[in-house]
């Protein structure tokens, strides 16, 4: 374990400002993708089905879910890192958020609020969370470090060593 957490902290590379900018647009853009999957799961089980609230948003948060880690870990945080533990990580943040997201949204929709506002709501705000466990917690010291950032880096020196 110690050793696990010295490699870590050799692999912690300080992102520049450009390169925070292009990792939040990244996740912003594909984020948006999982949020199409999710809306359009979440509509088609409004305008098809008889199902209450949490029985809409609970199949169209997992699938969106499931989109969102693949894409993200892949190509937005260019992590390496070990594949069932930010699962479990990304699992844990949702054991928090989806039943806290539930039960307001519930209550939301009882109280008389349209449930494409509390879904639009409920996925900005899982947007924004998100976003900073992955980037602080999940990814923490494997951000750039797949064979994605390597080839990028590489490609970046190998440039650099022209300009000279």
């Not at 999982?34 to 809306?39: E, L, R, S, Y």
């Not at 943040?93 to 997201?101: E, G, K, Q």
């Amino acid at each position: 374990m110690a050793e696990e957490r010295k490699e870590t902290k050799k692999q912690d590379k300080k992102l520049t400002p450009k390169q925070t900018v292009i990792q939040i647009l990244k996740f912003v853009a594909f984020s948006m993708g999982a949020g199409i999957i999710q809306f359009v799961t979440f509509t088609l089980l409004t305008e098809f089905t008889s199902f209450p609230y949490w029985a809409r948003y609970l199949p169209s948060l997992v699938l969106s879910v499931l989109y969102n880690f693949t894409v993200n870990r892949r190509y937005t945080f260019k992590s390496a890192t070990n594949v069932p533990i930010a699962m479990l990580k990304v699992a844990f943040y949702y054991c928090l958020f989806t039943p806290l997201s539930t039960y307001l949204g519930h209550l939301a929709t009882n109280a008389g609020v349209n449930d494409y506002i509390v879904e639009i709501t409920t996925m900005l705000c899982n947007l924004v969370t998100e976003f900073l466990v992955c980037r602080f917690w999940v990814y923490r010291g494997s951000i750039n470090t797949n064979s994605l950032a390597k080839k990028e880096e590489a490609a970046q020196q190998a440039e650099k060593k022209n300009e000279k």
